[in-house]
């Protein structure tokens, strides 16, 4: 069973409907105890860094998430949910992150137009169990105007380009990253989610 945290931001119903077609029993909850009994946790995200960290902080929902991911409970961070897995992020003000990845999460640069909205191809570099059975190249829909300047070499698993290389799935260990929506992107993004589930299963 899969935990959706609630921190009263996000895409929960869109990630717990996608999860339900690919038979992964999920949950939607703000609940320490029932997050705790989870056999996996996903962190979904629309909005702002700061704020995000402002509410998953005002119930203790950060240490609860900090304590299951050191037991090793596989954790997957979308979109601004992957955003938080770094140390820090520099929208609007500086904010701390979780930091289980090292890095920084910065605003996009250069001649493009943000928010980056649409689909981009997905470029591999590290393999992943999330990319089993996904084709090099498959599309992907993408909503954010900041993306994670990566800290350290190895967790980078596919990218994409719009105006700068953009880290689309990183991992570490049982932590994990999606900087698209999965849920949005077809038959790729469904794929991807099935293979975050099997390793709960």
């Known amino acids: 069973m899969i935990a959706i945290v609630d921190y009263g931001m996000g895409n929960l119903k869109s990630v717990q409907k996608a999860l339900t077609f ?3 029993d999920s949950f ?3 609940k320490k105890d029932e997050i705790s ?3 996996g946790i996903i962190i979904p995200g629309v909005g702002a ?3 995000a960290m402002e509410n998953i902080k005002k119930d203790g929902l950060d240490l609860l998430i900090k304590e299951e991911a050191k037991k090793g409970k596989p954790i997957l961070g979308i979109c601004l949910g992957m955003q938080l897995l770094f140390e820090e992020g520099k929208e609007i003000s500086n904010s701390k992150g979780f930091g ?3 890095g920084k999460v910065v605003e996009i640069q250069g001649d493009v ?3 980056h909205m649409g689909w981009n191809n997905l470029k591999f570099q590290k393999d992943s169990i999330l990319l089993r059975g996904v084709k090099e190249g498959s599309f ?3 909503v954010h105007s900041y993306y994670a300047k990566l800290g350290e ?3 980078l698993n596919a990218c994409t380009e719009y105006g700068v290389s953009i880290p689309a799935i990183v991992s570490k260990d049982n932590i994990f990253g999606i900087q698209f929506h999965p849920e949005k992107s077809g038959e790729a993004g469904m794929k991807i989610l099935k293979n975050f589930g099997e390793l709960i299963i």
Request: aromatic content about 16%; hydrophobic content about 40%; cysteine-free.
């Open 22 to 24: 690919l038979n992964i």
């Open 28 to 30: 939607i909850s703000s």
């Open 37 to 39: 009994r989870s056999k």
């Open 49 to 51: 860094f700061p704020d």
């Open 100 to 102: 289980f990845l090292k």
């Open 113 to 115: 137009k943000v928010p």
């Open 140 to 142: 992907a829909y993408f």
């Open 153 to 155: 070499e190895g967790i």
